[in-house]
C-alpha cells in the first residue's frame, strides 16, 4: 500500500493554558491537493506552523516522508506560504527570486519563477511597492523556488483579484499533474471545492471531517432545491425527505438526501411553484452548516 508523505499523529496545541488544537491526526498521499477549512481562528494557521515546525506542539509527532526527525535536508522538500506576505525594503522582485534560488540545490529556473509570479514587467519593481495581491503571487513564486514536493499554502489567493485567482489554481494544478502535494487553507471555499481531492475541517479544536466533498455532501445533505411560491411553508414543512430550510422572501431553499422523494412530495404544488432548481449542495453551505453545527 501506498505510504502517505506526511503523518500527523495526535497533534495538540495550547496557547498560554488555551487549548487551540486537540488530538489532530491525519495524513497526506502524493499527488494531493487537501483543503484545511475552519473559520477564523479555528487553529489552521497554528497547525500548518506545527507540521514544518516553525512552531513546537505539546503532543504527538509529525513524519515527513516517512522520517521522524525533521532534517535540514526536509527545507529542500517542503515549501511553506505563511499568511503575511515578506517585504524587503530596496530588494527588486527579481532580486528576491534569484536570493530565494540560492538557498537550494535544484531550484527552479528563474524565467520559470517569473511567469509563476505573473510580474515579467514589474522585476524591476521594489517589493514594497507591490499590491496585496502582486504580493502574494510573488510570495507564491518563492514558495516554489526551492522546486518543493510538499507545499502547504496559507490562504494564498487572499487579496488577488479574479483573473489572478484563476490563474494561480491553473498553476497548483500542474504542479499537481507533477505529482507535488499541497495543503492548503482558504476563505474561497467554492475555489477549493473546485480542485480539493479531500477535506479537512477543523472546528472546536477537533478534525471534525477528513473526507472527500462527496463523502461532506452525504454528511451534511446533498442537494439543494430551491423555487419561488406564493404558497406559505405549512405546505411544504410536512415532507418527510427535507434535511433543513431557509426562506428569502416568497423563495423557498431545501437541502434533500432525496431528491426523487422531495419531487415526488413536491408534485401536488407543482402549478404554484415557479423558478426551481436542483443543484448539489456547494462546499461553502455545506461548510457553514457544519460549522453552526446543525448539520
Ligand atoms: N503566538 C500566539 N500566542 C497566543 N495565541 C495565539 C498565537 N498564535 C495564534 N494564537 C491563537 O490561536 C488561535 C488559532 O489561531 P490560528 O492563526 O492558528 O487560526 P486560523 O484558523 O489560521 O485563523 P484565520 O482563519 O483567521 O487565519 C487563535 O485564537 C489565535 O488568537
Excluded: C
Excluded at 527545507?75 to 524587503?88: D, P, Y
Excluded at 510538499?150 to 484563476?166: V, W
Amino acid at each position: 500500500m501506498e505510504q502517505p508523505i506526511l503523518n500527523v499523529n495526535t497533534i495538540s496545541k495550547s496557547y498560554k493554558h488555551n487549548l487551540i488544537l486537540n488530538n489532530i491526526s491525519f495524513e497526506l498521499y502524493k499527488g494531493e491537493i487537501v483543503a484545511l477549512l475552519g473559520e477564523n481562528g479555528a487553529g489552521k494557521s497554528t497547525l500548518i506552523s506545527i507540521i514544518t515546525h516553525l512552531i513546537s506542539s505539546d503532543n504527538g509527532q509529525v513524519k515527513l516522508f516517512g522520517k521522524n526527525a525533521f532534517e535540514k535536508s526536509d527545507r529542500e522538500t517542503i515549501g511553506v506560504m505563511l499568511q503575511h506576505s515578506f517585504s524587503l525594503s530596496k530588494v527588486t522582485v527579481k532580486e528576491s527570486l534569484m536570493l530565494a534560488r540560492t538557498y537550494y540545490s535544484n531550484p527552479l529556473s528563474y524565467e520559470e519563477l517569473i511567469i509563476l509570479a505573473d510580474l515579467k514587467e514589474k522585476e524591476d519593481t521594489f517589493i514594497t511597492t507591490l499590491s496585496g495581491g502582486q504580493n502574494r503571487r510573488l510570495s507564491f513564486a518563492i514558495t516554489m523556488a526551492g522546486n518543493p514536493e510538499l507545499i502547504f499554502l496559507d490562504e494564498p489567493t487572499a487579496g488577488m483579484d479574479s483573473h489572478a485567482r484563476y490563474h494561480f489554481w491553473k498553476k497548483i494544478s500542474y504542479y499537481q499533474k507533477q505529482g507535488k502535494t499541497f495543503l492548503i487553507t482558504s476563505h474561497y471555499l467554492e475555489e477549493l471545492e473546485a480542485i480539493a481531492s479531500r477535506l479537512l475541517i477543523l472546528k472546536d479544536k477537533n478534525l471534525t471531517f477528513n473526507g472527500s466533498i462527496e463523502q461532506l455532501r452525504k454528511h451534511a445533505g446533498q442537494t439543494e432545491i430551491s423555487f419561488n411560491s406564493e404558497l406559505p411553508f405549512t405546505s411544504f414543512k410536512t415532507f418527510s425527505t427535507i434535511v433543513s430550510h431557509s426562506v428569502t422572501g416568497t423563495r423557498y431553499h431545501f437541502l434533500t438526501n432525496d431528491t426523487n422523494g422531495f419531487i415526488k412530495e413536491l408534485v401536488p404544488h407543482l402549478t404554484d411553484v415557479h423558478n426551481l432548481s436542483i443543484k448539489p449542495h456547494s462546499l461553502e453551505t455545506l461548510f457553514n452548516q457544519l460549522n453552526k453545527g446543525d448539520n
